[in-house]
């Protein structure tokens, strides 16, 4: 039997998600907060409005991604099983690609498979609960309340099934460090980093896991001192 199902986000699981439920017969709704596929993976250099340690409840930008992130994983596994993540001409053929490629990867995917025609862009999921309990053996329902970029209207719709893909990477998670709050000097969280320029001739502590730690020192390594 057909459902209506709403999935949240269009990263590579909300994509997939779309595109095996609607191969079996049901009716998708993506919603995306973006302009475009990719989720994490589309790159946003606007950061100027953010706060620096990524404090607010709702920040303004979704991705982590820095400018000269390449991926730490190899193409070969980074793709899905019936769609490979292959090289092509004119574009970054590196085993391990900068994130520009795996976006344009996402992109092919979306429109090989005709994903952005039930792709809601700049639509961000406000709320989402159950209908009401209901009564033994019959299916739940589920109550999304979204809104677009720039409206005031909350559009209230119900749905068979949530989906919920909006990744993990966007809320920035701070350690505690004693005498942080006292420090008067500039802080920023590795979300809100992008490139090293504005760092040149500056003297830098990272606090940070071991992977991020090794790769943003790298290439801020060229401006420090």
Known sequence: MSKN??????????LVAARELRKEGHKVVVFEQNHDVGGQWLYDPKIE?????GRDNFLKVHSSIYASLRLVSPREIMGFTDFPFGMKKGRDTRRFPGHKELLLYLKDFSECFGLRDMIRFNTRVENVEMLSFPNFGKDLKWIVKSKEKMAEKVVEEVY???VVATGHYSKPRLPKIKGMDAWRRKQIHSHIYRVPEPFKNE?????LNKILRKYTSLFSMQYSR
């Open 5 to 14: 199902v709403c999935v949240i986000g269009s990263g590579p699981s909300g």
């Open 49 to 53: 409005d953010e706060e620096a340690l």
């Open 160 to 162: 068979d099934a949530v």
């Open 203 to 207: 003297v830098k502590q990272f606090s």
